[in-house]
């Protein structure tokens, strides 16, 4: 049989992969995996919107030969099938060029390797004039010319990238300044998160350290580790010989998150929709938020967030996509996370329905919560983590569990039969005159003189005035803050 060589045009597929689908902080965090890849430590980016625009990516990883840059500009410079690193976060031999040209038009790559620098660059405009795959070679007078290079050259080894003629960031803007100030906002969110363990840095993983415009980028770890439960142990699949770790996590309730650890966890209503698996590959996150259809995402597990280390080995399995941003798990594995699943939303579940997924749903903290029952039905019960009980525990740890059995038996015998009677009756309970101000006070006072610090003092008084029943009391409260009796 005969063959026809049959090469792609180049203006015509370079301007098609443009199109793949990347937003710049995927096509961002595509550049940042080649810097991870190749042992960077440091990495900068640079977003300079003004005039001639660029956005440069610099690292201080081993950095290119000139043969080896030539190489990786090659679209497939690498078989997907090749067999990678254990730490390499690369896979098809695209990213640089489609990540980079999906944002630009102009994608110029300088290494330095050992002191030696050499330069190439993709111009699409260039392509589309002479209708061929001509990669330039940058000789010393191009190289000086570009923006950033006086931070490359002192470095041994290293890389910077840059992009220039950003038509994909400037389309649809009428203030490009203001626009890639918002955008770099976002990429800042999107890199604190995606690459939050290689900014922290954890046994067998360098910590990394990376700059926008200058300005660290501090990692946002979405498991809030130092405060949430592990409800189990890790769980290791072998699959195909490869190890995959689970590790689930369970957020703390939000009322014991701080204003800034909630909003970094994406605020009331991220906690819902980001519930579920955080993939990582290599310790790079790759797809979070969703439970692979194994389940809902509900209320109930909204606190549930697993994390899912998979090798870069099981790529094929997974279905990774050329951008890093779908991965699905095999048959095999997804059969163990629904039993992990299982186990962990009972746990989430008991988070929630322990603290009273309360039906009058005010910002006040209520000694008596009305909770609806999970198999129907409802049911009061003693909120727990009320300023009285919890201050009781602190006090006398010794009766806790005593504690306990007393509130459950308050909750199980509450006279329910004659209290409707008397209610229908229209008689008067008069049980909340025990309550009276002096008593309000005492407790207070009690509960203030725990405090160590003036700040924590104000932050538990702020506490109190939206609790039961110190919020029926606001006026005396005050009074006593004027008349410094409090602070
Ligand atoms: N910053 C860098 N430092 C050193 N080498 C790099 C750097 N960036 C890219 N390379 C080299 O260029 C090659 C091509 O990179 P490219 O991102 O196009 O593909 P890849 O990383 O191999 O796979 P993928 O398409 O999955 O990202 C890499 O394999 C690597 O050898
Ligand atoms: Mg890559």
Redesign the pocket.
């Known amino acids: 049989m005969k063959t026809i060589n049959l090469p792609p045009y180049a203006p015509t597929l370079m301007e098609s992969t443009r199109a793949i689908g990347y937003s710049v902080e995927a096509a961002i965090a595509?550049?940042i995996?080649?810097?991870l890849?190749?042992q960077?430590t440091k990495i900068g980016i640079d977003f300079f919107p003004i005039g001639d625009e660029y956005v440069a990516?610099i690292?201080n990883?081993?950095?290119?030969t000139s043969d080896?840059?030539t190489?990786?500009?090659?679209?497939g410079?690498?078989s997907?099938n090749d067999v990678?690193d254990f730490n390499?976060?690369?896979?098809?031999?695209?990213?640089?060029?489609?990540?980079s040209l999906s944002q630009c038009r102009k994608l110029s790559?300088i290494?330095v390797c050992q002191g030696k620098m050499s330069g190439r660059r993709w111009d699409l405009d260039f392509i589309q004039e002479v209708g061929e795959w001509s990669l330039l070679v940058l000789d010393n007078d191009d190289i000086d010319k570009l923006p950033c290079i006086e931070k490359l050259k002192p470095l041994k080894n290293?890389?910077l990238?840059i992009w220039q003629h950003l038509d994909k960031l400037s389309i649809g803007e009428i203030d490009l300044a203001a626009s890639l100030g918002t955008k770099m906002d976002i990429v800042r969110d999107h890199l604190s998160l995606v690459f939050h363990r290689y900014l922290t840095g954890e046994p067998g993983l360098k910590k990394v350290e990376l700059r926008i415009n200058e300005r660290p980028v501090i990692a946002a770890d979405p498991f809030l580790s130092k405060k949430s439960a592990q409800i189990m142990d890790a769980e290791i699949i072998i699959h195909r010989g490869n190890q995959v770790i689970v590790k689930p996590y369970i957020l703390p309730h939000l009322s014991k998150m701080s204003g800034a650890e909630m909003k970094a966890l994406g605020g009331k209503e991220g906690l819902r929709r980001q519930q579920g698996f955080y993939v990582y590959r290599n310790k790079r996150l790759l797809v979070w938020g969703t439970w692979f259809r194994l389940m809902r995402q509900g209320d109930l597990s909204k606190l549930a967030r697993v994390q899912v280390d998979i090798p870069n080995s099981l790529d094929d399995l997974w279905t990774l996509d050329?951008k890093?941003s779908t991965a699905i798990p095999p048959e095999e594995v997804r059969k163990n996370l629904s039993n992990i699943i299982k186990k962990i939303t009972d746990g989430s579940k008991r988070t929630w329905t322990f603290r009273g997924k309360k039906e009058i749903d005010d910002s006040k903290n209520h000694l008596w919560n009305r909770i609806k029952a999970r198999d129907g039905g409802i049911f009061y019960e003693i909120n727990r983590d009320h300023l009285i009980v919890e201050e009781i525990i602190r006090k006398y740890p010794e009766i806790k569990s005593k504690l306990k059995n007393l509130l459950c038996q308050i909750e199980g015998t509450i006279p329910l039969n004659q209290l409707y009677i008397d209610l229908t009756n229209d008689e008067k309970i008069n049980n909340d005159t025990y309550i009276d101000e002096i008593m309000v006070m005492e407790i207070v006072k009690s509960i203030l003189d725990d405090c160590e610090s003036a700040d924590t003092k104000v932050a538990m008084l702020n506490n109190l005035k939206i609790t039961d029943p110190f919020c029926e009391y606001l006026d005396i409260i005050d009074q006593a803050i004027e008349n410094g009796e409090l602070i």
Not at 61 to 64: E, L, P
Request: proline content about 2%; hydrophobic content about 35%.
């Open positions: 595509d550049i995996d080649n810097s890849a190749a960077a990516i690292d990883g081993h950095g290119m080896e840059i190489n990786a500009m090659q679209y410079s690498k997907p990678r390499d976060l690369g896979r098809y031999g695209l990213g640089l060029k489609t990540a790559v290494s290293g890389t990238i050329i890093k």
